[in-house]
């Protein structure tokens, strides 16, 4: 079974500060990872994916995210938040053969000027 | 076409009644997807398409919710005596590649805007 835990239901920063968003997982089987975005009232948007070919996975946007299997987590960031990062962000894990994705509960990524 | 397509994109309903979304997948997908997302919550599985086969559909909360694919193509979710609780956002998700012929977990979702049901 897979499960997957965002730390974290609220996250403001400021216009050129750095964004942390918290993901953790758990699979009992090697896990493909995602993470998706979503603006109001639009679908999600795929920002990146791990599938074990590099644990550093650089996104869309200037997002990227680091797979530590001792940890397991797959933390989103970004150096520099852009006021346009505002929305709602998906941490998700695949472990069927025919990819269905598991979601954590999400985290709204507010941005200040 | 170039995206997902769902339809209508908002739909009330009044309680009891019966009600229908559609999704289109992109072209050449395989693999169909529904999706639950109430308020506040992130997406939940429903149901999962292989062409016309319905392989999965171990998140259907209950039998009021029936999803087809009888072609292979475009997916019809029915919601039978609705209740309050099924007001969500029903999203529908396609990929290009299916369970068949190795590990596809990699497979990249790409989701359509969402069909936002509120019973009331």
């Known amino acids: 079974a897979q499960s997957v835990t965002q730390l974290g239901s609220h996250v403001s920063v400021s216009e050129g500060a750095l964004v942390l968003l918290r ?3 758990s699979s009992s089987v090697p896990p493909y990872l995602f993470w998706y975005v979503q603006y109001p009232n639009q679908g999600l948007q795929l920002l990146l994916k791990y599938t074990s070919a590099a644990t550093l996975v650089k996104g869309i ?7 530590k299997k001792s ?3 797959f933390h989103l960031t970004k150096p520099s938040a852009h006021m346009s990062d505002a929305a709602e962000y998906f941490c998700a894990v695949s472990g069927t053969s025919y990819g269905k994705l598991t979601f954590g509960q999400g985290t709204i990524l507010t941005v200040h000027p | 076409g170039a995206g997902v397509s769902q339809s209508p994109r908002y739909k009330v309903a009044k309680r009891g009644q019966d ?3 559609r999704c289109d997948p992109i072209s050449g997908h395989v693999s169909l997807f529904w999706y639950q997302q109430a ?3 992130g997406p939940e599985f429903l149901t999962y398409f292989q062409n ?3 392989l999965d559909k171990s998140g259907l909360p209950s039998d009021r919710f029936f999803a ?3 072609e292979g193509s475009v997916s019809t979710l029915k919601i039978q005596r609705t209740q309050q609780e099924d007001s969500a956002v029903y999203l529908c998700a396609s990929s ?3 369970a068949g012929g190795g590990y596809s977990g990699a497979n990249v979702l790409t989701f359509g805007a969402g069909s936002r049901l509120t019973v009331l």
């Open chain 2, 39 to 41: 308020l506040g919550q």
């Open chain 2, 68 to 70: 087809e694919r009888p």
């Open chain 2, 19 to 21: 009600v229908a979304l």
């Open chain 2, 52 to 54: 016309e086969a319905q």
């Open chain 2, 96 to 98: 290009l590649g299916g």
């Open chain 1, 23 to 25: 993901c953790n997982y």
């Open chain 1, 71 to 73: 940890e397991t987590s």
């Open chain 1, 61 to 67: 946007n200037g997002f990227e995210a680091e797979f």
